[in-house]
């Protein structure tokens, strides 16, 4: 695992809990709380194309920020509208 895997992992997560809102990611049949370190290291590692669920007071916010995030670090996510 590369320290730039790492970094990204961290810096998704601490982004992520800036936010009230809940931030998931799916990719194919599973579904990773964008807050949670752990889920992240599984999933970031596997995949690579993401959809983005943002829910709650401030999710414009969080999904402009997310995608910043996840943008910087060549990171490709869909913000699934709903």
Do not use: C
Not at 2 to 7: F, I, V
Not at 14 to 36: C, G, H, M, P, W
């Amino acid at each position: 695992m590369s320290s730039a895997n790492n970094a990204a992992i961290v810096e998704i997560s601490q982004t992520a809990n800036k936010f009230r809102s809940s931030i998931v990611l799916q990719y194919e049949n599973k579904y990773i709380d964008v807050k949670s370190i752990l889920g992240l290291f599984t999933t970031l590692l596997t995949s690579s194309n993401y959809d983005l669920h943002v829910h709650g007071p401030d999710a414009e916010d969080a999904k402009k920020a997310m995608a910043e995030v996840f943008a910087k670090h060549n990171l490709q996510i869909n913000s699934i509208q709903e």
